[in-house]
């Protein structure tokens, strides 16, 4: 008996064991024919649970001579991405593969291997496996590939156009000012440690992506609904929960995202049984939620059905148009158009209202706070982007901007180059992950030699390391660290370098359709323009970022807003009070907002990466806002 288990228990092990080498090697030989370098781990870097474990396992691989581990050990910490930039890549090859037994893994920081790769989308796919958790409630334009996608990507990007990026940014503005009312205190004065600034930041990208998903109006504590507002949407807008609701529209939707990981994780009957606080709070925003939710698409078909005209800016209200427009007699010029596009399900309609708000609260509420907090340490940055605005808009009330005449010398401002470096520096989005289909090896040509991608390959475009690639960049020696390369410091200047390293080349096999979303140019002529497939906070290709246009937009109209009148500096506390600063020379003063500066970089770059890059943690940078004309470091500080 005891023989037959014994038995039975190392046939499997033999079989396991058999397995493991047998894909290991069938993995080598494809890796071998492919003509890229490539290295061995003994677990895929992306298989999550090996990941959360890696403690256990680690020490044991370690345990066998340095040569059979030390190439891709770092690969295996979750956050190499962002803590090694491009020296991985320097040591293992711009595009290479890592191959273990169930798998192959392609990782590329070459602008030619990936403007190949995000353009063929076809054969390069989305592994929507990864992406399934975030069709929760509702399949949609993130979710899906193929076909599918494609009707979801029609659909969706009808809202993305020019006219209602014009609202938006006037919006954004408005937000702005419930933003610097918070800051500047009751009294109006500002001069007060903001101990972090990243509640308040996301509350204002809530607000400004809550206009652009819904049309709502978003309250600031303190503020009132307008008494103009239709009172359908006031009953949103107001920070008392309405009848039948346990919590605020607002509220609701902040915490349905700020718990996002457990609800996307855990079972409802598991998170209903646990007893703690966030557990209990991510099941009484996501039941509101949900119930907002088909509230807004009763609403909205409502309106749809009495005729209402197109409020403008508000995604959800144009998905149901496109899906009940033409029950809509009155509106037939639009039912007509519509009727060529595909009629999403309510859920698909729910779905895609509830991603955009996903895909486009973080994100850009990490950009903005980077780059505030680059603002507050590179002083001399600061000083420029004020003068720009100045020169943009002078003393004009905000109110006032237009926003046609001043996005592209925005754009193509100091506050451009301070987003776009941000951008390049610290994108939300570490890496693309993209796929090989299972049915064929893939080709791509990298510097005139082709190399074989084999079918089922994993594929990361590594969005960081491209953007430290010193191949594609222009670099001077660092200013602030010892190193030859200035890559990894916040140098905005470099946007505007003469030595342009742009290569027109013409995309003969790309995809040339057009798929929605802003299709300008992402640099300006006379500006740097870096090489397609190095710079790609948005990804590229039709699977590109659709809010780019909107993200981009609410960030200048923000900075404009707050740099107009007002300063960011970091805050001492730590080193020295009020008074003492007072008291202290320019000499001090310098040496400890050096300290300051110093140990903000240190912060920014503990930064890490939970679905996106993030202070994530307690981790914060206290700063203040300051009235121009009353700051203590940032008018003459380097
Ligand atoms: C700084 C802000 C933003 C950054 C850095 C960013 C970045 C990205 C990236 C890298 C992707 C590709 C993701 C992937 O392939 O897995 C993406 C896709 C997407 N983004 Fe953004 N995004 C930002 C803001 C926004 C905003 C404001 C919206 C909506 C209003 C938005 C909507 C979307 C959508 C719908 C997709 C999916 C497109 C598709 O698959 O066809 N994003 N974004
Ligand atoms: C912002 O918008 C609200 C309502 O639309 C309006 O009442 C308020 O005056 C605006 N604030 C500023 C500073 O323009
Ligand atoms: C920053 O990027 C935007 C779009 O991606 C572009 O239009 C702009 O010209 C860039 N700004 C600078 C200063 O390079
Ligand atoms: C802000 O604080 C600084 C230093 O404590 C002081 O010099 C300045 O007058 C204050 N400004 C206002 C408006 O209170
Ligand atoms: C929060 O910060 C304190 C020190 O300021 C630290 O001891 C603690 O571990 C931090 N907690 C987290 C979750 O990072």
């Given at each position: 008996?005891?023989?037959?288990?014994?038995?039975?228990?190392?046939?499997?092990?033999?079989?396991?064991?058999?397995?493991?080498?047998?894909?290991?090697?069938?993995?080598?030989?494809?890796?071998?024919?492919?003509?890229?370098?490539?290295?061995?781990?003994?677990?895929?870097?992306?298989?999550?649970?090996?990941?959360?474990?890696?403690?256990?396992?680690?020490?044991?691989?370690?345990?066998?001579?340095?040569?059979?581990?030390?190439?891709?050990?770092?690969?295996?910490?979750?956050?190499?991405?962002?803590?090694?930039?491009?020296?991985?890549?320097?040591?293992?090859?711009?595009?290479?593969?890592?191959?273990?037994?169930?798998?192959?893994?392609?990782?590329?920081?070459?602008?030619?291997?990936?403007?190949?790769?995000?353009?063929?989308?076809?054969?390069?796919?989305?592994?929507?496996?990864?992406?399934?958790?975030?069709?929760?409630?509702?399949?949609?334009?993130?979710?899906?590939?193929?076909?599918?996608?494609?009707?979801?990507?029609?659909?969706?990007?009808?809202?993305?156009?020019?006219?209602?990026?014009?609202?938006?940014?006037?919006?954004?503005?408005?937000?702005?000012?419930?933003?610097?009312?918070?800051?500047?205190?009751?009294?109006?004065?500002?001069?007060?440690?903001?101990?972090?600034?990243?509640?308040?930041?996301?509350?204002?990208?809530?607000?400004?992506?809550?206009?652009?998903?819904?049309?709502?109006?978003?309250?600031?504590?303190?503020?009132?609904?307008?008494?103009?507002?239709?009172?359908?949407?006031?009953?949103?807008?107001?920070?008392?929960?309405?009848?039948?609701?346990?919590?605020?529209?607002?509220?609701?939707?902040?915490?349905?995202?700020?718990?996002?990981?457990l609800l996307l994780i855990l079972p409802r009957w598991l998170l209903r049984m646990l007893p703690f606080k966030s557990t209990r709070r991510a099941i009484k925003s996501e039941n509101n939620l949900i119930q907002y939710m088909d509230q807004f698409l009763q609403d909205k078909i409502e309106d749809v059905?009495?005729?209402?005209?197109?409020?403008?800016?508000?995604?959800?209200?144009?998905?149901?148009?496109?899906?009940?427009?033409?029950?809509?007699?009155?509106?037939?010029?639009?039912?007509?158009?519509?009727?060529?596009?595909?009629?999403?399900?309510?859920?698909?309609?729910?779905?895609?209202?509830?991603?955009?708000?996903?895909?486009?609260?973080?994100?850009?509420?990490?950009?903005?706070?980077?780059?505030?907090?680059?603002?507050?340490?590179?002083?001399?940055?600061?000083?420029?982007?004020?003068?720009?605005?100045?020169?943009?808009?002078?003393?004009?009330?905000?109110?006032?901007?237009?926003?046609?005449?001043?996005?592209?010398?925005?754009?193509?401002?100091?506050?451009?180059?301070?987003?776009?470096?941000?951008?390049?520096?610290?994108?939300?989005?570490?890496?693309?992950?993209?796929?090989?289909?299972?049915?064929?090896?893939?080709?791509?040509?990298?510097?005139?030699?082709?190399?074989?991608?084999?079918?089922?390959?994993?594929?990361?475009?590594?969005?960081?390391?491209?953007?430290?690639?010193?191949?594609?960049?222009?670099?001077?020696?660092?200013?602030?660290?010892?190193?030859?390369?200035?890559?990894?410091?916040?140098?905005?200047?470099?946007?505007?370098?003469?030595?342009?390293?742009?290569?027109?080349?013409?995309?003969?096999?790309?995809?040339?359709?057009?798929?929605?979303?802003?299709?300008?140019?992402?640099?300006?002529?006379?500006?740097?323009?870096?090489?397609?497939?190095?710079?790609?906070?948005?990804?590229?290709?039709?699977?590109?970022?659709?809010?780019?246009?909107?993200?981009?937009?609410?960030?200048?109209?923000?900075?404009?807003?707050i740099f107009q009148k007002f300063s960011i500096e970091l805050a001492v506390d730590e080193w020295a009070s009020d008074a003492e600063v007072e008291k202290m020379g320019r000499d001090e003063r310098r040496e400890i907002y050096q300290k300051a500066q110093d140990k903000a970089r240190r912060t920014l770059?503990?930064?890490?990466?939970?679905?996106?890059?993030?202070?994530?943690?307690?981790?914060?940078?206290?700063?203040?806002?300051?009235?121009?004309?009353?700051?203590?470091?940032?008018?003459?500080?380097?």
């Amino acid at each position: 008996m005891l023989s037959s288990v014994l038995l039975l228990a190392a046939a499997a092990a033999a079989y396991c064991v058999y397995n493991v080498v047998a894909g290991y090697s069938r993995n080598i030989a494809k890796a071998k024919q492919s003509g890229l370098p490539y290295y061995l781990s003994p677990v895929s870097p992306i298989n999550q649970l090996a990941l959360v474990l890696r403690s256990f396992w680690l020490p044991m691989w370690k345990l066998l001579p340095r040569k059979y581990w030390a190439d891709t050990i770092e690969l295996l910490n979750p956050d190499w991405n962002f803590n090694l930039l491009f020296e991985p890549f320097e040591r293992l090859g711009d595009t290479f593969l890592v191959v273990s037994p169930g798998s192959i893994r392609l990782y590329t920081a070459n602008a030619e291997a990936i403007h190949q790769i995000t353009s063929k989308r076809e054969v390069f796919q989305k592994p929507t496996e990864s992406y399934r958790i975030l069709a929760l409630y509702g399949e949609n334009v993130l979710t899906t590939e193929g076909s599918m996608w494609r009707s979801h990507r029609k659909v969706t990007s009808t809202s993305f156009n020019e006219k209602n990026t014009a609202l938006v940014f006037k919006e954004s503005i408005n937000q702005t000012y419930g933003l610097i009312e918070q800051w500047l205190g009751p009294d109006g004065k500002g001069n007060r440690t903001i101990e972090t600034a990243e509640g308040d930041i996301m509350a204002l990208m809530l607000h400004i992506i809550g206009y652009v998903g819904f049309g709502l109006k978003l309250l600031w504590p303190g503020q009132t609904v307008p008494a103009e507002m239709d009172p359908k949407l006031a009953k949103y807008s107001s920070l008392q929960p309405p009848k039948g609701h346990s919590m605020n529209f607002k509220d609701s939707l902040h915490y349905t995202l700020h718990h996002i990981l457990l609800l996307l994780i855990l079972p409802r009957w598991l998170l209903r049984m646990l007893p703690f606080k966030s557990t209990r709070r991510a099941i009484k925003s996501e039941n509101n939620l949900i119930q907002y939710m088909d509230q807004f698409l009763q609403d909205k078909i409502e309106d749809v059905e009495q005729g209402k005209p197109d409020p403008g800016m508000d995604i959800m209200g144009m998905l149901v148009r496109s899906s009940y427009g033409d029950r809509a007699p009155k509106d037939s010029a639009a039912a007509k158009r519509d009727s060529k596009l595909t009629k999403l399900m309510d859920s698909e309609i729910i779905g895609n209202a509830f991603i955009m708000i996903v895909a486009g609260h973080e994100t850009t509420a990490g950009t903005f706070l980077f780059t505030l907090l680059q603002m507050a340490i590179n002083a001399a940055s600061q000083r420029s982007i004020q003068q720009d605005v100045d020169r943009i808009f002078g003393q004009t009330d905000p109110s006032t901007w237009d926003y046609e005449q001043s996005v592209n010398p925005l754009l193509a401002s100091y506050i451009g180059a301070c987003m776009n470096e941000t951008l390049r520096t610290m994108p939300p989005a570490v890496d693309v992950p993209k796929k090989v289909l299972a049915n064929r090896d893939q080709v791509l040509m990298i510097d005139g030699q082709k190399r074989i991608v084999p079918r089922g390959t994993k594929v990361g475009v590594n969005v960081v390391a491209a953007q430290h690639n010193p191949r594609y960049w222009p670099t001077e020696r660092s200013k602030i660290t010892d190193s030859e390369s200035d890559l990894a410091d916040f140098v905005p200047e470099r946007w505007f370098s003469k030595t342009s390293s742009s290569d027109s080349s013409t995309d003969e096999d790309a995809d040339s359709e057009d798929y929605g979303g802003f299709a300008g140019p992402d640099t300006s002529a006379q500006l740097f323009r870096p090489v397609r497939g190095s710079y790609l906070p948005f990804s590229d290709g039709p699977r590109s970022c659709l809010g780019r246009r909107i993200a981009q937009v609410e960030m200048i109209a923000a900075l404009s807003v707050i740099f107009q009148k007002f300063s960011i500096e970091l805050a001492v506390d730590e080193w020295a009070s009020d008074a003492e600063v007072e008291k202290m020379g320019r000499d001090e003063r310098r040496e400890i907002y050096q300290k300051a500066q110093d140990k903000a970089r240190r912060t920014l770059k503990s930064a890490t990466s939970i679905i996106t890059l993030k202070l994530h943690g307690n981790k914060s940078i206290p700063i203040r806002l300051v009235p121009r004309g009353q700051e203590r470091f940032v008018d003459w500080v380097e």
